[in-house]
């Protein structure tokens, strides 16, 4: 990382609010489940799937995580009543996991069943390295119990990767695969992009080579590409896999994985913790951020 942009990324917090607003607003569909909504029927319209999140992590009080545990049926509600094609991406570090393990996995098997009742779908998002094992064991104990309607995130960038796909496949786990945004000790996570970006390929041919259903998760086009090839290989028909991106994210490559006549979803993220979202984004890409600074200095954010 350029001085600049280190000096950019600890200065973040003192950037007004409102230009950090006007930087998250293509990342992010608002802050009510209303404009949530409105994001998902456009994509919809442009034939796009969607994944919708609320925004929230690293809960540390049992109210707070109640709250949104109970958010997520009237979002499930939502989707059923506008007819939307989504599912749902939950962090289970939203649900408790930081504060007791059985809470969260109490948490979201309410939410497995209320989706299961509407015929929709939970992905278990991912997060850092601390949370893995208890994340995947949340994963499998819901399997265990009877629910389909559930699926898993790996991360490329992790040495452990592997080894959980090769068990996790037996299982016929659905996957989320993406690189993984999360900075990690080198004995861990690989660090070198071309080690991730082989790890990622490496992945998603155990994956596919099993049968599994797979969300290919990436923005990088190598990734794509090779990722296309695989598929066209293998004579995979859309419905055996999809590609997934974020919001705001890469729309021209969004289109051209869209024109190869692949199924595309789009993760779709509101709510009123947008602000610390942001932020980890543009920690995440000091680009970004230099630009928030510059519109800032150069006084065109109204």
């Avoid at 919809?44 to 049992?62: H, P, Q, S, W, Y």
């Avoid at 069943?113 to 509407?118: D, G, M, N, S, V």
């Avoid at 729309?251 to 199924?263: A, C, N, P, T």
Wanted: proline share 3%; glycine share 6%; with cysteine.
């Amino acid at each position: 990382m350029s001085l600049l942009n280190k000096l950019i990324v600890t200065t973040l917090p003192l950037v007004p609010k409102p230009i950090v607003g006007k930087f998250s607003k293509r990342y992010i569909a608002g802050i009510t489940l209303a404009q949530a909504v409105r994001v998902i029927k456009d994509l919809n319209g442009k034939g796009m799937m969607a994944t919708l999140d609320i925004l929230g992590e690293d809960v540390f009080e049992r109210p707070a995580a109640e709250a949104l545990r109970a958010e997520w049926p009237r979002v499930l509600d939502a989707i059923r009543s506008q007819e939307l094609d989504s599912n749902i991406s939950i962090k289970p570090s939203q649900l408790g996991l930081r504060i007791d393990k059985e809470f969260c996995y109490r948490n979201f098997k309410s939410i497995v069943e209320e989706a299961a009742a509407r015929k929709n779908f939970v992905r278990i998002d991912m997060e850092d390295s601390t949370t893995t094992t208890d994340t995947l064991a949340i994963f499998r104990r819901l399997r265990a119990e009877g629910f389909t309607n559930v699926g898993v995130v790996l991360q490329a960038s992790m040495r452990r990767s592997e080894e959980d796909v090769q068990s996790l496949v037996k299982e016929k786990a659905n996957f989320r695969l993406c690189k993984g945004i999360y900075v990690e000790p080198a004995a861990i996570a690989f660090q070198g992009k071309e080690e991730v970006r082989n790890n990622f390929m490496l992945l998603l041919q155990l994956m596919l080579d099993q049968g599994s259903y797979v969300g290919i998760a990436t923005h990088d086009e190598w990734l794509v590409d090779q990722a296309s090839s695989l598929i066209q290989k293998r004579g995979l028909t859309p419905e055996q896999y999809e590609f997934q991106m974020l919001l705001g994210v890469r729309e021209g490559l969004r289109d051209s994985i869209q024109k190869g006549g692949h199924r595309l979803r789009v993760y779709v993220p509101y709510g009123d913790q947008w602000y610390a979202y942001s932020v980890r984004r543009l920690k995440e890409n000091p680009q970004i951020a230099g630009y928030a600074f510059k519109a800032l200095f150069s006084g065109n954010h109204h």
